[in-house]
Every structure is written in C-alpha cells, then in structure tokens.
C-alpha cells in the first residue's frame, strides 16, 4: 500500500481494517511502501552528504514520481545529472517482498496512474507485477461487498517510520531525507525547495538552470499536494494529508534512519537487491 492510503476509504476506515480487507480478498500479506520510502531516505541520505562533500551545489531527489524523474532527467540535460538514482519507494519494497519471497506476486496500490507505467519500464518490470489505484480497489471492494469500515479485526501494520509515512504530501520526502541527513551530519546545512504541482516543479527545474535557485536539496510532485492528490485517489488532498499525517504520529519510530527493520533487510539483501535506477 503507498502512503497515501491513509483516509482513502473514508474517515472512520482505519489502516489496519484495510490490510484486514485485503488478506479477506487473498492476498497472503500487506506491506506499507512507506517501509522502501525508509530505505531509499537513507540512501539518498547518504547520497546528498557525498554530493555535498565533492562540491555539487544540488542534489534532486528521485525518489517517487515518475513524472518529475522524467522531466528533470531526460528533458534537462544540464541538470539530469543532479538527479539521484535511486529507484522509486514501490521498486525497492517490491524487490525486497520478492528477496523474501521468490514466489511472491506484487501488486502495488496507490493513487498514481504513472506507476503503472513504471511497473512496466523493462529495467524495473521484475519488482511488480501489478498496479491498482485506490479507485480500482474500491471497485474490487464494492464487487465483493466488502465493506473495510465493518471488520472487526484490525490487521497491525507496523512496518513503516513517521517520516516513511509522510511521503504522501508534498514537502514529505524532503523533510524525512533532511531528518536523515541531520542524524548523519548536524553540521550540514540542508536547503530544501519543493515544487508542488508540475507547474512549480518546472518553475524550478528553470530556476537551477538559470542559476537562481537558492537551495541545495530539491523535491518535485507532480501532483498538487503530492500523491494524496493523485489521480486515482478518492478524497480531497487535504483530507488525506491530514489522515497520512494522523498515521504518521502512530509510529514508533520517527526517523526512517532509526527503521531498524529496514535497515535488517538492506543488508541483508545487499547483494541481492539493486536501489539504483539505470541511467536514463
Ligand atoms: S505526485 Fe502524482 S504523479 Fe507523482 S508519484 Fe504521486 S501520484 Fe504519481
């Protein structure tokens, strides 16, 4: 489940009567992406200290929409490089499920028509095999009368940190990052900028070309409000911000760098499991 999941089924729905509702569907189990967000967060952690470090003024985020990647990588020559390679929070959970499991069938749920394009790009089609929007699974819900609000049994789902779980809005990937990025470096001062909306990320893109951009860490959504706006999403994207928000707080970790289970399975998967994308 991406982490936007959070209030898509209405306000009185909770996390774990969704994962409850989708091990009654058949699936054998349920993970937050907000677990890969942890893992790449602490990659691309990393990744800005040594950037910063060799004398680059700019690290780009890659981390989740495809969108953004694609036009600051293959439209922008001048910054593509700037872009970090890591593959998305939905590659690198699915990968991990399939490390775990060789005969696991990923199906990834979420708000964002692009990830099935993603899915499908032939150096990324091992890690899932399915996408639904949350609009396609509410379908699937309302064909079995499964209503998710009526389950008695409350599924837990503990996979993911507060800062995992904000990746749902704007402004969330950057702040867990530089969370990260504080744990590994107090010193280093983090510039943050995010375009909200492919307007504003363009605006930005323009704005580091041109040299005028006064930040050194960058984020995009292509979506306003992030991907609790995304186009296969079923409230507002304040609504659903909040409720993301609300989860978040549930956490018992707050820092991704502080997962303690993601941090288990990347090493133990270390040679198993690529987090970077190829070059576009
Ligand atoms: S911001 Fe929109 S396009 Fe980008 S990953 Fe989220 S839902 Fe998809």
Do not use: W
Request: with cysteine; net charge negative.
């Amino acid at each position: 489940m991406a982490p936007a999941f959070s209030g898509q089924f209405g306000p009185d729905v909770s996390e774990e009567q969704i994962k409850s509702a989708l091990l009654m569907l058949g699936f054998y189990d349920v993970v937050e992406v907000a677990l890969g967000a942890d893992m790449i967060t602490v990659k691309e952690a990393n990744e800005f200290l040594k950037r910063m470090q060799r004398g680059d003024e700019f690290m780009i985020t890659s981390c989740c929409c495809p969108p953004f990647v694609r036009l600051a990588k293959g439209f922008r020559p001048k910054i593509a490089g700037m872009v970090s390679d890591s593959v998305s929070p939905m590659i690198a959970v699915a990968r991990f499920i399939k490390a775990e499991d060789d005969n696991a069938k990923v199906v990834f749920i979420g708000p964002c028509i692009a990830k099935k394009t993603e899915a499908k790009l032939p150096e990324l089609k091992d890690a899932v095999d399915c996408v639904l929007t949350f609009e396609e699974l509410e379908a699937i819900f309302e064909a079995y009368k499964l209503e998710p609000g009526k389950i008695d049994v409350e599924m837990p789902l503990n996979d993911a940190s507060h800062d995992g779980r904000i990746y749902a809005h704007t402004g969330g990937v950057s702040k867990a990052i530089a969370a990260s990025i504080k744990s590994l470096n107090p010193g280093l001062d983090v510039k943050i900028r995010h375009g909200n909306g492919i307007k504003e990320c363009r605006q930005i893109l323009d704005a580091i070309e041109d040299g005028r951009l006064e930040a050194n860490f960058v984020e995009g959504m292509a979506c306003i409000g992030g991907c609790v706006g995304g186009p296969g999403k079923l409230v507002n994207h304040e609504v659903g911000a909040a409720a993301v928000d609300e989860f978040a707080k549930k956490s018992k970790v707050k820092e991704a760098i502080s997962n303690e289970a993601a941090n288990i399975l990347v090493e133990k998967y270390k040679e198993k499991v690529e987090l970077d994308s190829p070059k576009m």
